[in-house]
C-alpha cells in the first residue's frame, strides 16, 4: 500500500496477491506458498491472515469445447490487434480467422 502523506510504500500482507472486490469493501488474498484463500476487511495497513475461505466444497464445471473458442478468440483478436511484421501488411485477419475457427472441433487437450 502506498501512503501519499509519508511518500512510502508499506507491504500490507508478505507473500500473498491480493484481489479488491467491486464495492471496494472486501479483499481477497492467496497465499502465494499454500495457494489457501483469505477474505478481509479492505485492509488500511499492514493485515494478518487468520482463517481461510474453505474451498473443499466447490466444484467447478468446465465446459472446454467453449473455453477453448474463447481463448481462440481473445488470441487472434491480440493478433489482429497487436500483431506487426512489416512483410504482413495487408494481412486479411478476418479470413486468419475463418481459417483458424474450422479446427476448434478438434481440440482435445484440456489444462492439466
Excluded: C
Amino acid at each position: 500500500m502506498y501512503d501519499l502523506q509519508k511518500q512510502k510504500e508499506e507491504q500490507i500482507v508478505e507473500g500473498a496477491v491480493m484481489s479488491v472486490s467491486a464495492d471496494g469493501k472486501k479483499a481477497i488474498f492467496q497465499n502465494q506458498k499454500d495457494k489457501k484463500l483469505y477474505v478481509v476487511n479492505l485492509p488500511t495497513a499492514k493485515t494478518e491472515l487468520k482463517e481461510t475461505v474453505n474451498t473443499s466444497h466447490m466444484k467447478i464445471t468446465t465446459d472446454y469445447p467453449q473455453e477453448w473458442a474463447q481463448i481462440f478468440e481473445e488470441g487472434w483478436r491480440a493478433m489482429r490487434d497487436g500483431f506487426y511484421l512489416k512483410n504482413m501488411h495487408g494481412v486479411d485477419w478476418k479470413a486468419m480467422k475463418e481459417k483458424y475457427a474450422v479446427l476448434l472441433p478438434h481440440v482435445k487437450t484440456g489444462w492439466t
